[in-house]
């Protein structure tokens, strides 16, 4: 009688910088790795916020001074932020509401060059976790290879990465990703199964635990 091993799903895990959801996710993420052995594909998807949620820009002292978003919009806008704080301090992070939309493109582009380099888990925490703090500047490439060369990345090739095979590294990974019905963040797929929200990781264990 011949035996055949099974083979572990292949997971891979969907992420913008831009997203307090998504920071939220990322300890639970790494966790699974180190709960069943496996190697979570971890790749940038980068949303386009305004087409759902309008768009809308405030100063330093929290007063509008720039928007595009109807009243449903800002209401869904206020609760996200208003639950996402509620969950970070749960668990002893900080998320400040940004002052405006970023452009992630950058710092994803510079998360695909840490990811190809090597050990790019540092690299990848720093970015949220500074983020959310209002500490980093996600849009300048100088910032962004900064916190590679804090990492343990050599920055030397990041700049001629952004100005040439990046963005279409990025902009394959985006299709692909929409391919697959992706269309937030955090999502999961599990050899090709779509989960959307970290409150879906209680189902992508139950397919880890099948297995």
């Known amino acids: 009688m011949t035996q055949h091993a099974m ?15 998504a920071y939220l996710a990322q300890a639970a993420t790494f966790a699974l790795e180190q709960e069943y052995g496996i190697t979570v594909d971890f790749r940038p998807y980068t949303l386009h ?53 970023f452009d992630t493109t950058t710092a994803h582009i510079g998360f695909l060059y840490a990811k ?12 949220f976790e500074r983020f959310w703090k209002r500490e980093l ?20 090739g990041f700049a001629d990465y952004l100005a040439g095979p990046g963005p279409d590294e990025l902009r394959r990974i985006q299709l692909d990703a929409e391919d697959q019905g992706v269309f937030g963040v955090p999502s999961y797929l599990v050899d090709g199964e779509l989960y959307w929200g970290a409150e879906r990781l209680e189902r992508v264990r139950e397919r880890l635990d099948a297995a």
Not at 137 to 156: F, Q, W
Request: with cysteine; net charge neutral; hydrophobic share 30%.
């Open 7 to 21: 083979t572990r799903p292949t997971v891979i895990h969907y992420f913008d910088y831009k997203s307090p959801y």
């Open 49 to 101: 916020i305004p087409s759902y949620l309008g768009s809308a820009e405030v100063d330093e002292g929290g007063n509008v001074v720039a928007e595009q978003r109807n009243a449903h919009q800002w209401r869904r806008v206020k609760y996200s932020y208003m639950d996402c704080r509620r969950e970070a301090n749960r668990m002893g992070l900080t998320i400040r509401g940004t002052r405006r939309i």
């Open 116 to 127: 190809a380099q090597g050990d790019w888990q540092r690299f990848h925490n720093t970015v």
């Open 137 to 156: 500047e996600l849009e300048d490439p100088a910032v962004v290879a900064g916190v590679m060369s804090e990492s343990g990345i050599d920055p030397a």
